[in-house]
């Protein structure tokens, strides 16, 4: 079975490489740059107190969503252990419990694991693919991927509001030609960024709540299609309620959610709780 090989470094080189992930990097280096030194400073100063303040929250935010994207990126998603064999008795009877075989690995793969075509490898609950990261999103670095996502949305959010700001409260010499491609380009680029990724961050945190991955939701939409048409109602099996599925995602700790490194509420990945319902 292929797996990334020399640990971490190795990991973190690889995504780095990639031409998505340096474009991400750049995109997010462009807009920190712009926000800071275009429209804060011309808006408020950066020597003023109201623009220190807005700009060390906006550092505070860019460098909290660069720090759970090179956690996302370099960390290994999840790996089936080598030693991972089926336990037919305890999951007799359990839909959606059972090991499956896959042919490309030659091996056992746990419930809720999936072998990924671009990584060309088996991966614990995976989500999806993510080529802005360059990795799989799956069991051990999903917490990291929703932590990046939803501190890219404050960013992106809290810098298109700086723009508006600068836009209305101050004046400009938009009768040269540049300073208005500046605007129309930066606004265009900054609502769309804020639209997308927010939409992204609003879609994983039902995925969270339902204890759900993406590719489970496309399931799910079979299965609850199949059970409204035999008059049964449908429930995804592994949702606990939402507080628990936060705390199966996030940890039990609520002042570690947002730390992408506190994992260690995760277990192997290969056994999940289910719902008796």
Known sequence: MARRRGGPAAAAATAVASPAVVGTLALMALVYYSTLFVFLDHWLGLGTPAGAAHAAAVSLAVVACFFAFVCAAAADPGSVPASFAPDAEAAQGQRGLESRYCDKC???????????????????????????????????????????VLNATIGSLYSFVIFLC????????????????????????????????????????????????????????????????????????????????????????????????????????????????
């Open 106 to 148: 030659c091996m056992f793969k746990p419930p809720r694991s999936h072998h990924c075509r671009v990584c060309k490898r088996c991966v614990l609950k995976m989500d999806h693919h993510c080529v802005w990261i360059n990795n799989c999103v799956g069991y051990a670095n999903y917490k990291a991927f929703i932590i990046c």
């Open 166 to 277: 600068d836009l209305f409260l101050k004046e400009h010499e938009f009768d040269v030609l540049y300073v208005k491609i500046v605007y129309i380009l930066a606004g265009v680029l900054l609502f769309f960024l804020s639209l997308t990724i927010g939409s992204l961050l609003c879609w994983h945190i039902y995925l969270l709540c339902h204890n759900m991955t993406t590719i489970e939701y496309r399931e799910a939409v079979r299965a609850k299609w199949l059970a409204k048409k035999s008059g049964q109602k449908y429930r995804h099996r592994f949702d606990l309620g939402m507080r628990k599925n936060i705390q199966m995602i996030l940890g039990p700790n609520i002042l570690c959610w947002l730390c992408p490194t506190a994992t260690g509420h995760l277990k192997d990945g290969t056994e999940f709780q289910i719902t008796n319902n």
